[in-house]
Each structure stands twice: as C-alpha cells, then as structure tokens.
C-alpha cells in the first residue's frame, strides 16, 4: 500500500502572497492618498509663485527649480515604492546631464530633465495613486462602521445617540446585522477591485512595454559598439604614438651607435666600447618602454592575481603618491576588471602628465547591485576636459563598452575626480 504524496503548497503560498501584496497596496494607497494630495498642492504652489514671480528680478527661478528638484523627487519615490510592492524591477530613476560645461550646459540639463519621459511617467502613476488613495479612506471608514454595525444588537444601549450608516445610508437597527455584511462585502470588494487596478495601471505606467524594452537594448549594444571602435581607434593611436615618438627613436639611435662602433672597432677599441656601453643601455631602456606599454595594452597581473593586485602594482610605478583603498567582494569579469584598471591607470597618467599634481587617492568598491565603483581624486589645478582622441576620450569609450558610466568632475583650481562604474558581470 502506497503511503499518499502530499501536494505542494506553493499555490496557497502564492495565493497568500497576492493577498498580502493586495493589503499592502490598500495600506500604502490610504497614506499616498494623504500624503500625495500635500505633495501636489506644494508642486502647484511651487509652480505658479515661480511663473508669478518669474519678472521680479528672477525670484521665480528659485521656486521654478524647487518645483523641477520636488518633481524628481516624488517621481523617484513612486518607483521605488511601486517596486518594492510589486518587484516589477524597475531601473533606478536616472537623473539627466547635458554633458556640457558652463550655464549654457547648466540650462540644457535643467530642460533635459524636465522632459524626461520616466520621470512624468512616476508623476503620472503618483497623482493615479494619489486619487486612488482618496477613494480608499473613505471604503476603509465604511468598512470599519459596517464591522460596527455587525455588534449593534449588542450594544443597542451604547449606539442609541448614534447615527448607524453603510455608505452613508442610515439604517436601522434592525437591519444593522444585514447592512454591516453587505457593508463588509462591498468595501472589501472595491477596495480589492482598487488594489487590482492600482497594480495593472502602474504596470502598465511604469514597465516598459516589450518593444520598448528591444529597442532600448538595441540603442544600448549599439552605443557600446561604437564606444567600442572608438575606444580601440584611441587605443591605436596612442600605441603608435607611444612606439613613434618613444621606442623608435631610441631603437634608431641603438642602431646608429652599434654602426658607429662597428666603424671604430679596429682602429678605436677604447671608443668602439665606449659606444657599445651606450647602445647597451639605450636597449635596456626600450625594452623598459617595450614593457611599459605592453602593460598599458593589458597587464598580466589582472589575470593572475585580479583588479586589487594589480592596483598595487600600478601605485607602486606612479610617479605621483597615490593613496589606495580597495574593498572587493570577488572577482569580476575580465571585461570589467580590464575597463576599471584602464580607467585608473590612464587617470593616474594623466595626473602625472598635465595636472601638476602632488598627491593621488584611488577607491573601489563592490556595490550591492553588482557593479564595481571606482573613484580618482588629485589635488592638481584641474581644467581636465574630454577631448576627442585624449585619454579621458579612451576612457569614456572604454567604459561606455563595457556598459558602465563615467563622471568626470575637474574645476579650474583643482581638484579632478573621476567617478566610474562598471556592471561585474559586463
């Protein structure tokens, strides 16, 4: 005789699940419907003083970017909250950047966000929840006095002074028991039909559509292709520039030396070795400059021993004292680990190249969402700037590539920072 399986219980954990996710968006829809109506009555202060004021010597300016700086931030929160709800996944909220320096580049960020699709697409789902919210308190007050209502023959002598109403009906006390189950049945029923709607208007508000979702991975592959060719034409350039204006010539002057003494071996010994002495050493130092650029093409060490070894390595050859400070929790791909080190190491030569710097200090670290985060800082007179074919250039494309972000802060005066980010897995 067979013993019985028992079934699974994960279609009544799933089940519990729904209904608790259900209750916990009625919860948060009663305090947004609160909440959000003092958050849109701000926005609407903010935005007519600042079109009001706007003329007085520009004041309104300062409420127009309290309006823009509070728009962003109830957007943001309306993603994290609908995601931690429902675990759509949504992406971080992003925060726009022009890109360029100056007021000019100042202004076109300011209007860059203020258009920015995602942001009014969290402001949208917001003023739904907010409504939607409005309609909750009141469906949560009936359901309460409907409860009430199911022990009115109970406490008959308490509830004479009161008035009894469902859905603000009055009612009798003898129908209190049949009103207070209908009360319960509705309001729980259009509270969970609220719930329901709340989750397929957000989704469909805040999750990108399947077409949209193709084409932002089609934008994004094609923006790392490119940042790829163009990190690889940088790459090139600089090599050939490296080998032209270093290794060759040295190599040339060897050669031109080991013919001079070749010419003198017989008839000036003494001169011939002296001249073999000096090719000797003038090899040795384009094998060191072989090594060194053979390094900057990739170093080994980052196979070998992974991105924190190799850090300490490149500290130890800089020519600026660099303070390291490196917390990783495992190793990364090859990819990542590769766009990092290039990232610090051309930082670090730009720092001793242009910046006049006296000090460097170098920090990474492992995010919980699964990125590697490394920042550069000097202390030299700043004014860095991207410039086509440069190495802050290589460095952009190269992290770009890798799917990552870069931030490069670097005002006249000093100091330079650059902040990049790069997926572990990239």
Known sequence: MTAAVPLPAAPTRLRAMRIGRH????????????????????????????????????????????????????????????????????????????????????????WQQFIDGPMWRGIASAAIATMLGLAVLPLVGTLASSVVLLFAPLLEHNLASWRMTVFRIPVAIEWAV???ILGIVLSL????????????LTRAILVPSREAQLTEQARTAGTQRESAVRAGEVERTRIERDLHDGVQPRLVS?????????????????????????????????????RQLARGIHASVLDDR??????????????????????????????????????????????????????????????????????????????????????????VNRITAAGGTSRLDSPAGGPTALEVSVPCAS
């Open 23 to 110: 209750v916990g968006a009625i919860a948060q829809l009663a305090a947004v419907g609160v909440v959000g109506s003092v958050l849109f009555s701000i926005l609407a202060t903010f935005l007519s003083l600042g079109v009001g004021l706007l003329p007085v010597v520009g004041i309104g300016i300062l409420f127009l970017l309290a309006f823009l700086c509070l728009l962003w931030a109830t957007a943001w929160l309306e993603y994290e909250r609908v995601d931690g709800l429902y675990g759509y996944g949504l992406p971080a909220l992003p925060t726009r950047r022009s890109g360029r320096p100056g007021l000019g580049g100042w202004m076109r960020t300011l």
């Open 306 to 395: 992974g991105l924190d070894a190799a850090l300490s390595a490149l500290a130890a050859r800089s020519h600026v004292p660099v303070s390291l400070d490196v917390r990783l929790d495992d190793r990364c791909s090859r990819t990542a680990e590769a766009a990092v080190y290039f990232a610090i190491a051309e930082s670090l030569t730009n720092a001793a190249k242009h910046s006049r710097a006296a000090a460097a200090r170098v920090i990474v670290r492992s995010r919980d969402d699964g990125t590697i985060w490394a920042r550069v800082e000097d202390n030299g007179i700043g004014g860095a700037r991207v410039l086509p074919g440069g190495g802050l250039d290589g460095i």
């Open 178 to 180: 049949p009103a207070g």
């Open 254 to 290: 060897v050669g031109m030396t080991l013919g001079l003494a070749q010419q003198k071996i017989d008839t000036d010994p003494a001169a011939a070795k002296e001249l073999i002495d000096e090719a000797h050493t003038s090899t040795k130092a384009a094998i060191t400059e072989l």
């Open 189 to 200: 029923a259009l509270l969970a039909g609220i719930a329901l709607l709340h989750a397929v």
